[in-house]
């Protein structure tokens, strides 16, 4: 379905809002919604491929995971949106491919599940689509069924007064996940020195650290089982 705003001869839209020149029917203000809703859900993508196809086709130099700094200046002058929002777009355009896109879902859902890999990416979309009677599950919903490794019913959603407060490290682990399936899709395993990757492993000691602290913390609680 292609992309645009509502036209109508009763209303006119402004980048600062909508005025409705004439008073509109329920109907025809439902023809405006519907307009509404397809451009609000598209244009973030939309604004995504573009800064993917520049990246593609203009930037100079090596090839790189991200759209060239000159390229989000020039389109943040073109658009006016700050630098991380349009950085979430290209990611999430570059990440989720034009056939795996669902239009009954909106781009955050997108964003969800952005770092998985496609399979899963198909997956977890078709489970997030809205359904015979029932609507497309949250993106909150999604995030933490992703965790959890299957759809979540309300009820588990609800917090756990126990656990309201705790630090979670989930998304830090998400996090960085998707940042290493980024560092591999655009081939920096192959192309890295020995002295980078050692760079890279002197920084992950604490990881690694935190890993054998867990280990030796289940050998000891073990031992004191009776």
């Given at each position: ?22 008073p509109l029917t329920f109907e025809e203000w439902s023809q405006v919604a519907n307009s509404l809703g397809h451009a609000a859900r598209g244009i973030a993508f939309v604004i995504g491929d573009w800064l993917v196809y520049g ?172």
């Amino acid at each position: 379905m292609s992309l645009a705003l509502p036209s109508h001869s009763k209303i006119q839209i402004s980048p600062t809002g909508l005025d409705v020149l004439a008073p509109l029917t329920f109907e025809e203000w439902s023809q405006v919604a519907n307009s509404l809703g397809h451009a609000a859900r598209g244009i973030a993508f939309v604004i995504g491929d573009w800064l993917v196809y520049g990246d593609a086709n203009f930037r100079k130099g090596p090839a790189a995971s991200r759209v060239a700094t000159d390229a989000y200046d020039a389109a943040i002058q073109a658009t006016g949106l700050d630098r991380t929002t349009l950085h979430n777009y290209a990611y999430v355009a570059r990440r989720v491919a034009r056939n795996r896109r669902s239009e009954a879902l909106a781009w955050e859902h997108h964003k969800v599940v952005a770092k998985l890999p496609v399979v899963e990416q198909r997956r977890w979309l078709a489970l997030a689509a809205p359904k015979k009677n029932q609507r497309a599950i949250s993106t909150m919903r999604l995030r933490k069924s992703i965790i959890a490794g299957r759809v979540l019913t309300p009820d588990e959603m609800v917090t756990d007064p126990a656990h309201r407060g705790r630090n979670n490290h989930i998304p830090h682990i998400n996090r960085l996940c998707a940042w290493w399936s980024d560092m591999k899709d655009n081939k920096w395993p192959q192309r890295a020195t020995v002295e980078q990757v050692e760079t890279l492993l002197r920084d992950f000691k604490w990881v690694m650290r935190i890993q054998d602290e867990l280990n030796l913390l289940v050998e000891v609680k073990r031992r004191r089982k009776p």
